[in-house]
């Protein structure tokens, strides 16, 4: 995986990467969460983040989102600097985000829940049918009447990853969308995100600790440890990777 060095701060001519980070740093007083990430998706690929508790995903997902002020460093997307963007600028160019915690609104329904980000990219006459188009591509149609708090774990993840896509974004962030969920639901949500990459064309970048989730999801992984990028490869290269074992997978040799 290449990283390109360019010189400015406006755009990044020399890559056709959709997402880059050049020496992203972030502090939280003396604590380095981020440390200098050089961080390159390719657009149309699904890219696995993994490592251990700590490791500074989560930190890194947000500022790659805007929730987070970098302390050091520059994200471009689609070539251009989106450093100083807010979240909302991002979520306008194509950035969008499922967290870790399902954030749905517990005291409406499922589709009361898709309209609010539906809204953003529809019009009026034509909303009701989009939601349903996304919640049936989401085995949620059934429940479109159901108030989220009254659905499964699952359910709620599903509704929430259905929100985040509504945005119809160029690239998709999802913070570990199989935790809690059985064997066959996590499948389901893998079924999900290539479903998402293959017919809308999305680009996706995945936090997740189950490897054989991983696997399911993408060949294409990177490997963070204490706020840096500790290697990237295929998922076969990662886990014959004798420092990553003993990193991520406790395996001391």
């Known amino acids: 995986m290449s990283t390109h060095k360019t010189q400015g ?59 987070h002020v970098p302390t050091t460093g520059q994200i471009f997307y689609q070539g251009e600097n989106i450093t100083e963007l807010s979240q909302h600028e991002r979520a306008r160019r194509g950035l969008s985000m499922k967290f870790q915690v399902p954030a749905v609104y517990d005291d409406l329904s499922v589709h009361q829940n898709m309209h609010i980000p539906t809204q953003r990219m529809v019009n009026r006459p034509d909303i009701d ?26 359910q709620q993840q599903w ?36 479903r998402l990459n293959e017919s809308r064309e999305m680009t996706l970048l995945v936090v997740e600790h189950d490897m054989d989730f991983v696997r399911e999801v993408s060949e294409s992984v990177t490997v963070l440890h204490q706020g840096e990028v500790f290697a990237e490869g295929t998922i076969d290269e990662i886990q014959a990777n004798e420092d990553v074992r003993r990193i991520y997978l406790g395996e001391d040799r």
């Open 9 to 67: 701060s406006g755009t990044n001519d020399e890559t056709d990467s959709l997402f880059e980070t050049k020496g992203l740093t972030k502090k939280f007083g003396g604590l380095i969460a981020v440390n200098d990430v050089d961080f390159t998706i390719e657009k149309g690929e699904i890219r696995c983040l993994i490592g251990p508790n700590g490791a500074g995903k989560s930190t890194l997902l947000k500022l790659i989102v805007g929730q």
């Open 129 to 154: 049918t989009a939601i349903d188009r996304t919640l049936e591509e989401f085995d949620l149609l059934k429940e479109a009447q159901t108030t989220a708090d009254e659905l499964s774990h699952g």
């Open 159 to 194: 509704l929430e990853i259905a929100m985040a896509a509504a945005l119809e974004p160029d690239l998709l962030l999802l913070d570990e969308p199989a935790a809690g969920m059985s064997v066959n639901e996590a499948q389901r949500t893998a079924d999900i995100i290539h």
